[in-house]
Nanobody, 127 residues
């Protein structure tokens, strides 16, 4: 599985940005079988969970982004999106998409649950 994230950039506080992650999956495996997630890593900090969406399109969010970010998926396009609104300087980080078929609900926020990772896209929010 290959993941290609895009959509990062430099924005001002309060602005919005939408990230996309396109997955290349084996033809015998449907994209809809994967749990998809977003993590981020700020300079000098550990990677942290942002959001996940399960096979039924149920979303999960970290407390720090709940109410501001929205995750969605388009199974026909093998793509997951992260709509980020009301961005804050503390949202500045490299954002990574991740995927796996074998993720249980209680482990959605753990990076060790995901076997496939994209290359990351940088989001910079200026104050």
């Amino acid at each position: 599985v290959q993941l290609q994230a895009s959509g990062g950039g430099l924005v001002q506080a309060g602005d919005s940005l939408r990230l996309s992650c396109v997955a290349s999956v084996p033809s015998v495996v449907s994209f809809r079988r994967y749990v998809m997630s977003w993590f981020r890593q700020a300079p000098g900090k550990q990677r942290e969970f942002v959001s996940a969406i399960n096979r039924d399109s149920r979303p999960f969010y970290s407390d720090s982004v709940k109410g501001r970010f929205a995750i969605s998926r388009d199974n026909a396009k093998n793509t997951v999106y992260l709509q980020m609104n009301s961005l804050k300087p503390e949202d500045t980080a490299v954002y990574y998409c991740a995927a796996d078929q074998q993720v249980i609900t209680s482990s959605y926020s753990s990076d060790y649950s995901y076997g496939y990772w994209g290359q990351g896209t940088l989001v910079t929010v200026s104050s």
